[in-house]
């Protein structure tokens, strides 16, 4: 099925926008709300821990609520703009503009659903503990999304999709957009040492036995 789309009605563009963004967060919230339920046991960013790279959204993201009215404030003010845009644009534009503005949710949202299946995954078969730091994990994504990029740009090169084409910008902005965050992350020290975590002790104080690292 090919898809007119100089037949999409502005109010189809904005409903498809808001229900993006907002699947966005929904899966941001369910990956939260498994990390700290189940992966947490396993995993832990420092020095602030946390899923979420966006300063702005970190506290947000923390309280793992459905329903951010702030959140779906911007969603709906974001996909009107979205809306009126793309009322103002012919082909090829508009299905580049789609392409773009779609694409930005559709590999974040990727992103977090396959994170969500690999949290879910290690309930069982998994040992340890691993200490990550937020600049490390920022550089980790940012290789995941430049992979992705270069896909979706031979994809658009293959296809001749122009609709894919402005997703490969997204994914090009999603990987500048990890750039832009490690800016704001605090630096990995010299001395980088991963913070103390109690519940890795086991003391044993009748027998005289310490197992675990230095305090």
């Not at 189940?38 to 899923?51: L, M, R, V």
């Not at 977090?112 to 069982?124: D, E, T």
């Not at 040992?127 to 990550?132: A, I, R, V």
């Not at 999304?145 to 296809?159: E, G, R």
Request: contains cysteine; proline residues 4%.
């Amino acid at each position: 099925m090919t898809i007119k789309w100089q037949e999409l009605s502005p109010l189809v563009v904005g409903l498809m926008t808001f229900l993006l963004m907002w699947s966005d967060w929904l899966l941001t919230v369910l990956q939260e709300r498994e990390r700290s339920s189940h992966y947490a046991e396993h995993y832990q960013s420092y020095p602030i821990n946390t899923i979420e790279g966006n300063p702005l959204l970190q506290a947000s993201v923390k309280k793992a609520r459905f329903f951010e009215m702030r959140h779906i404030f911007v969603a709906i003010l974001l996909s009107g703009v979205v809306a009126y845009a793309a009322s103002l644009l012919g082909d090829p534009y508009l299905e580049l503009f789609l392409g773009y503005v779609w694409g930005l949710f559709l590999i974040v949202g990727s992103t977090h659903l396959g994170n969500i299946i690999g949290y879910k995954a290690s309930r069982r078969g998994l040992h340890g503990k691993l200490y990550l730091h937020l600049r490390t994990g920022l550089l980790v994504q940012m290789g995941r999304y430049a992979a992705m990029t270069l896909f979706l740009i031979i994809l658009a090169v293959f296809s001749t999709s122009v609709f894919v084409a402005g997703t490969a910008m997204a994914g090009f902005t999603s990987t500048l957009r990890q750039l832009v965050w490690l800016r704001k992350t605090p630096p990995i020290p010299m001395d980088d040492q991963p913070p103390i975590d109690h519940d890795l002790y086991d003391c044993n104080l009748t027998e005289g036995i310490y197992n675990g690292r230095d305090a």
